[in-house]
């Protein structure tokens, strides 16, 4: 028989799925990749402290390889296995001072944190009632948990409390969850009626701090005066690096390491990664300038805001994301296009990442824009979106 010849293997895709793709290039919602500019001006990153390029932490980062006398760049296993490495276990003791929680367990993302904690945690017999408008991460971890799940108004949390009035003698266990600050939106819940709802009712908050740590506060939520089940911190964006940390019991690290499956079946954060995100906490811990700058710019920003007569278009936040809703996937493209074209780096976020209707241009801001900056993109937006009502 003849031997047939080895040919480089030849991909094959299901028409099924190109359909899905033509579809949605059709509602002009088709996502692509694309290298930022670095001519613009960054107001899309969530490097909101700058901390990405901060050459200070990169000298804390390399003395606390050397300290470890790291030569290593994988962590070659799960932490479960040979991934468990001296510097990430002291990095964790370090989280655990940071923000004064009984135990620290670092993800290698957000995503892998939210999805799981909250998958894990679900059982049958219980609910997760989290906010509509939570992070893609958090409704994975819910699709894959065993528990029944709600979802509630967004920030409504009357409507939180109709449901647990309802729900609360019905399940063994409630969670809710929700985010500090909220990524698309920039707005937050009323934190301090969210708690007390919450040991009213005697159920277990899931904290989602990715884009509020560094930003609202050094340290996120420890300052709140209740008892929380889990809060979710996460490295890529006021720490300008990659991965995250479950804080919360030392039964939870104890749960997470038994039964979340992204923390046991993937390999450990890389050394290097490891030792950055040590180094921006430090750094962090000692400096607050760009943490107080980043707090002028958002009070900057809406004043601007105001003084542009564009408050209706922008959702009300005092956070570092301020999200001008404009409607239609083509127009938000076609602003973002034309304020790139000026210079400055604003991204569209279409439907069906956000409702449809509720298209955005969501700023992003950060420690190293500058007022003049700040108040040249509103200028241009302001006299874009009269130009387009005008039309
Ligand atoms: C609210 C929220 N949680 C979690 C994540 C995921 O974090 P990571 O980027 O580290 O995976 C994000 C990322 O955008 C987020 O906005």
Redesign the pocket.
């Known amino acids: 028989m003849k031997k047939k010849q080895i040919q480089n293997p030849k991909f094959i895709f299901p028409n099924s799925l190109k359909k899905k793709l033509i579809q949605r290039h059709e509602e002009g919602a088709l996502r692509l990749l694309r290298t930022p500019d670095p001519k613009l001006i960054d107001f899309s990153s ?1 490097d909101y402290l700058g901390f990405s390029n901060n050459p200070f932490i990169s000298d804390l980062a390399q003395d606390k390889l050397q300290a470890y006398s790291s030569q290593a760049h994988g962590a070659t296993g799960s932490r479960l296995l040979t991934g468990n490495y001296a510097m990430i276990e002291d990095l964790e003791s370090y989280l655990k001072y940071y923000y004064s929680t009984e135990a620290a367990t670092v993800f290698n ?6 999805l799981g904690l909250i998958s894990s945690v679900g059982q049958r017999q219980d609910l997760i009632l989290y906010d509509e408008l939570s ?1 893609a ?2 409704r994975d971890g819910i699709a894959l948990s065993k528990a029944k799940a709600y979802k509630f108004s967004h920030n409504n949390l009357k409507d939180l409390e109709q449901k647990l009035t309802k729900f609360q003698d019905q399940f063994q266990t409630i969670y809710i969850v929700t ?1 500090l600050v ?2 698309m939106d920039g707005d937050s819940a009323d934190v301090d009626i969210l708690v007390e709802l919450c040991e009213q009712f005697g159920v277990y908050i899931i904290l ?1 701090e ?2 509020s740590i560094g930003t609202i506060s050094k340290k996120g939520s420890d300052n709140l005066d209740v008892k929380l089940f889990a809060r ?1 911190i ?4 006021s720490f300008g690096s ?3 940390v479950v804080l919360g019991s030392n039964d939870l690290k104890q749960y997470l390491i038994n039964f979340a499956k992204s923390f046991i079946y993937t390999t450990a954060p890389s050394v290097e990664t490891t030792a950055r995100n040590w180094a921006s906490h430090l750094y962090l811990e000692s400096n607050s300038t760009e943490f107080e700058t980043l707090g002028s710019n958002i009070k900057c920003f809406k004043k601007q805001i105001e003084a542009n007569q564009l408050s209706d278009f922008f959702i009300e936040s005092q956070s570092a994301i301020q999200s001008c809703v404009i409607g239609g996937n083509e127009n938000v493209k076609l602003i973002s296009k034309q304020l790139q074209q000026e210079g400055f780096d604003v991204r569209p976020i279409l439907s069906p990442t956000v409702p449809k209707g509720k298209e955005r241009l969501r700023f992003c801001l950060h420690s190293f824009n500058t007022e003049e900056e700040i108040r040249s993109v509103l200028n241009v937006l302001s006299n874009y979106l009269i130009q387009t009502k005008n039309e």
């Open positions: 969530n993302s957000g995503y892998d944190a939210n992070h991460s958090i985010e909220f990524s989602d990715a884009h979710i996460t490295f890529g964006k990659h991965g995250a």
